[in-house]
């Protein structure tokens, strides 16, 4: 049987993972996470008693717990996810951004090298240090320009972005240095059920069903990928069986939206299905605010995602209309979660 770490797996992508590595037989999952406000065990509810599944709390800048870990259940893959990932939140306070992102980081790859220098040779042919990262670190592309690939060069915006520019220098600096085993994955903007609501797609459904100000940063120009996260998860699980040690493989959508776009589409959605009874507005539209632009806030991302397509012949399955719909009609049916994680008073 196969034992994973996945750090960050009560976060939004790491919930994810964990419940669909769970369906596989051969796989033991251990959670490790610190459950700051982000992480959610509700998000794992279903399966919480599984009998391959364990939960650690532990924070990952904490390395003598990793160490204790680490010998405790001997781990074949390191499946890398926590994170600290709001670039507003970076902005306004960097300091755990770097602690967390970079110095965390550190550590695992440190008590990584220690636990595979000491595994046999078999165990060592198994070993694997994942590490998940963003699109975000390559800066951003003007509106004529192409895609970002595996060589794009590294330009980060923002303390966020930095953060994690750094954390996958490290990775491949221990893999160059060190010898240890190690694939990286850049994945662009991801969206789906159990998302934390300080994002945009779940602040722009929970604040349309409260009938509150939908913001928008600047002019809502702001052009991303977007990658349904289950897609991305099926995505991690195939690198991690299949892709080359030492090897970066970019993860997209394929979904090019401007934000205001984005904004618009769950407005007519929810125009359709649940109309506004409030003779003030005639429809979720008429919420939309633009609010001052985020500080050295990148023009658009987009992915090329055709080195994991050809080698491994991965792809998504979810357009962005499929998906939103998806996500929409999740948030609909979730609403105590959501206002539970968002503070947000739906019976208003």
Partial sequence: MKKIFVTGGAGFIGSALVKKLLTFEEYQVINIDKLTYAGD????????????????????????????????????????????????????????????NIYGTYNLLEESRQYFNQCNKQNQSIFRFYHVSTDEVYGDLGLEDGYFNE???????????????????????????????IIISNCSNNYGPFQYPEKLIPTV????????????????????????????????????????????????????????????????YLDNIIPINDHSIKSYKDLIT?????????????????????????????????????????????IDWCSRKSQIDFNS
């Fill in 151 to 181: 060589s794009s060069p590294y330009k980060p915006s923002s303390p966020y972005s930095a953060s994690k520019a750094s954390s996958d220098h490290l990775v491949r600096a221990w893999y160059r240095t060190y010898n240890l085993p």
């Fill in 205 to 268: 459904i929970l604040n349309a069903l409260n009938k509150t100000p939908i913001p928008i940063y600047g002019d809502g120009n702001q052009i991303r990928d977007w990658l349904y996260v289950d897609d991305h998860v099926n995505a991690i699980i195939k690198i991690s069986e299949e892709g080359e040690l030492g090897e970066t493989y970019n993860i997209g959508g394929n979904n090019e939206i401007k934000n205001i776009d984005i904004c618009k589409k769950i407005c007519t």
């Fill in 41 to 100: 065990l509700k998000s794992l509810e279903s399966i919480r008693l599984h009998k391959n599944y364990f939960f650690e709390k532990i924070d990952i800048c904490d390395r003598h717990s990793l160490h204790k870990l680490f010998f405790k259940y001997k781990p074949d893959l390191i499946i890398h996810l926590a994170a600290e990932s709001h670039v507003d939140k970076s902005i306004d306070g960097p300091e755990q951004f770097i602690k967390t």
């Fill in 290 to 334: 633009f609010v001052s632009d985020r500080a050295g806030h990148d023009i658009r991302y987009a992915i090329d995602s055709s080195k994991l397509n050809n080698s491994l012949g991965w792809s998504p399955t979810e357009t962005f209309d499929s998906g939103v719909i998806k996500t929409i009609n999740w948030y609909l049916t979730n």
